[in-house]
């Protein structure tokens, strides 16, 4: 397995960090977005030390890459949008600080994530979809993080999918 390690702005002293705690044996750019740290292993603080530099990983089979893959399955917000939908929507209906607390309670291990987004999602139980819209328009924002997931994979044929709990009528345990 090789690690694919990826950022906005690749800070050369974080990778070099990651790939001396995996004990990869090189570093080679794919993007100037993405680097591929070959005979990396998996470590315990890996996703902590890659938080800490600001940078996202990712497994790939060896010989695999990411112009391999054809679906880019994401959490859209942040990702390929530039804002947090519950957040958005929560400060729209007077609901911010509640929907802050229950993240909050997540980010410090109170809770898991799964209980955060039920939580959260239940407070904007039985809203329009119109929030959802009102929230996403300008087209903007969506259309920023599009280019940046393809900027990761250049010449790639890469389809995006997205699901966004506030919209779904489905309850994230389903």
Same mark, same amino acid.
């Given at each position: 397995?090789?690690?694919?390690? #990826?950022?906005?702005?690749?800070?050369?002293?974080? #990778?070099?960090?990651?790939?001396?705690?995996?004990?990869?044996?090189?570093?080679?750019?794919?993007? =100037?977005?993405? !680097? $591929? &740290?070959?005979?990396?292993?998996?470590?315990? @603080?890996?996703?902590?030390?890659?938080?800490?530099?600001?940078?996202?990983?990712?497994?790939?089979?060896? *010989? $695999?890459?990411?112009?391999? !893959?054809?679906? !880019?399955?994401?959490?859209?917000?942040?990702?390929?949008?530039?804002? @947090?939908?519950?957040?958005?929507?929560?400060?729209?209906?007077? #609901?911010?600080?509640?929907?802050?607390?229950?993240?909050?309670?997540?980010?410090? *291990? @109170?809770?898991? !994530?799964?209980?955060? &987004?039920?939580? $959260?999602?239940?407070? #904007?139980? *039985?809203? =329009?979809?119109?929030?959802?819209?009102?929230?996403?328009?300008?087209?903007?924002?969506?259309?920023?993080?599009?280019?940046?997931?393809?900027?990761?994979?250049?010449?790639? $044929?890469?389809?995006?999918?997205?699901?966004?709990?506030?919209?779904? =009528?489905?309850? =994230?345990?389903?």
């Amino acid at each position: 397995m090789n690690l694919v390690v #990826l950022a906005e702005d690749v800070d050369s002293i974080a #990778l070099k960090n990651v790939a001396k705690l995996t004990g990869a044996s090189e570093i080679q750019q794919i993007t =100037p977005r993405s !680097f $591929r &740290l070959v005979g990396a292993r998996d470590h315990a @603080e890996l996703a902590a030390t890659c938080s800490a530099g600001g940078l996202d990983h990712a497994w790939l089979p060896e *010989g $695999r890459r990411l112009a391999d !893959f054809g679906l !880019f399955v994401t959490d859209m917000d942040s990702t390929l949008i530039n804002i @947090e939908c519950i957040d958005e929507i929560a400060d729209m209906q007077g #609901l911010k600080a509640e929907v802050a607390a229950i993240t909050e309670a997540a980010m410090q *291990g @109170e809770i898991d !994530f799964r209980e955060s &987004l039920t939580r $959260r999602v239940a407070l #904007l139980g *039985g809203l =329009p979809e119109r929030a959802l819209e009102d929230v996403l328009h300008p087209a903007s924002a969506a259309q920023s993080g599009r280019g940046a997931a393809h900027a990761g994979t250049p010449g790639a $044929r890469v389809s995006a999918a997205c699901w966004c709990p506030a919209a779904s =009528p489905t309850s =994230p345990s389903a």
